[in-house]
């Protein structure tokens, strides 16, 4: 079985990958949906359980904040398996691997910072203060404009558009990545990096910076994993096996009590997260039409992730200018809120994300 995995060959796109990252997308704006009852930076007079359809969505209403680092740890797995070979062999060298970043994320970033910039200005004229995120300050600002607002010693309160945060330190793990394969593509070398980030984690090193390596370097250890399962002859049989312990494994936690444990949350993200990266990453064989629309809704995750706090501003500024209360126990608005964030989204990455990516792309490469 010959293996595709380093090649970013796109007629071998990970579909199981892509409604991954769709979903956690969708439990970052659930979790988020909390920010309608804010007065300020704190929620009033809130009760989690009375959000719509909270028997449904509890886990995305309570827990939804881990997605990030089920995103880390996917971008370490797509990065390593679409760009590790490519980088150690020269086949990219650094001035492309940045433009590709730079055409993919600052774009729609920057045009989301000025919303926010403008309907914050708004938001204060009329309330007094501003919505969620309350350092706006210009320091913050100019971090922002170079995606630096929480690199390793800059990290001073979330501010502007806040969710940017763990994307810019994610920022920083591609640098790394990108020396880092320059230097050695050795499995040795990655799993220190790792075992460091781990370390600095439990250390408690005042940065994310640490807490996004390992997640990443985590998903890229998947990716090389994935790799070698895939090219033993024995390969069905394995990933038969990792599929029913991916079933197992909540199983298992449940009836031995290990939820309880401190670091549970963490140790289960970094370990049932990798298997099923794995599990997910295998090629399936499905329709056209359906492969379109799962290709679809991993495109729009970027854009759901970056102009979901934007549009809340924005409702929330229209409220307080009716002086309204926002009715986010209501079911209807939740999926009038919900609906919209799609359809914004996928039109957003349709209409500018690919025609200026693609612009800035042609032009410096």
């Known amino acids: 079985m010959k293996s595709n995995l380093n090649t970013g060959n796109q007629k071998n796109k990970l579909l199981g990958l892509e409604i991954i990252r769709f979903l956690s997308a969708v439990a970052i704006l659930i979790w988020h949906y909390q920010h309608f009852s804010f007065v300020a930076d704190k929620p009033e007079n809130f009760n989690r359980e009375l959000q719509p359809y909270y028997s449904i969505l509890n886990p995305f209403y309570n827990y939804g904040g881990a997605s990030v680092q089920i995103f880390w740890c996917l971008s370490g797995f797509i990065f390593f398996w679409k760009y590790r070979n490519k980088i150690s062999s020269g086949a990219i060298d650094l ?12 774009p729609l970033h920057f045009v989301a910072l000025m919303l926010v910039l403008i309907m914050q200005v708004l938001y204060y004229v009329n309330a007094g203060y501003y919505f969620v995120y309350q350092n706006n300050d210009v320091t913050r600002f100019i971090l922002h404009l170079f995606l630096a607002s929480n690199w390793w010693g800059l990290e001073i309160g979330n501010s502007f558009n806040g969710p940017i945060w763990s994307i810019s330190v994610e920022v920083l793990a591609y640098f790394i990545f990108f020396l880092v394969l320059k230097l050695s593509k050795s499995i040795t ?27 990443f370097y985590i998903g890229g250890m998947s990716a090389i994993v994935f790799e070698y399962i895939e090219d033993r002859p024995s390969a069905r049989r394995i990933f038969r096996t990792l599929l029913v312990s991916l079933f197992l494994w909540p199983f298992v936690i449940y009836n031995t009590t290990i939820y309880d444990h401190k670091y ?37 995750t970027y854009a759901m992730y970056l102009i979901h706090f934007p549009l809340q501003l924005s409702i929330a500024t229209y409220y307080i200018m009716l ?43």
């Open 323 to 365: 002086n309204k209360e926002i009715p986010y126990y209501n079911a209807s608005f939740f999926l009038g809120y919900m609906s919209f964030i799609l359809f914004l989204s996928f039109y957003t990455y349709k209409l500018f994300e690919v025609p200026i990516q693609n612009k800035i792309r042609k032009k410096y490469l």
């Open 189 to 215: 070398v990655n799993l220190f990096i790792l075992v460091l980030s781990m370390v600095a984690m439990k250390l408690k090193v005042p940065s994310q910076l640490f807490n996004c390596l390992a997640f």
């Open 95 to 106: 001035t492309n691997f940045l433009v590709r970043r730079f055409s993919r994320l600052y």
């Open 264 to 300: 549970f949350a963490t140790l289960f993200l970094m370990t049932y997260t990798p298997l099923l990266l794995i599990v997910s990453a295998q090629r399936v064989s499905v329709p056209p039409v359906i492969q379109k629309m799962i290709g679809s809704a991993g495109n729009m």
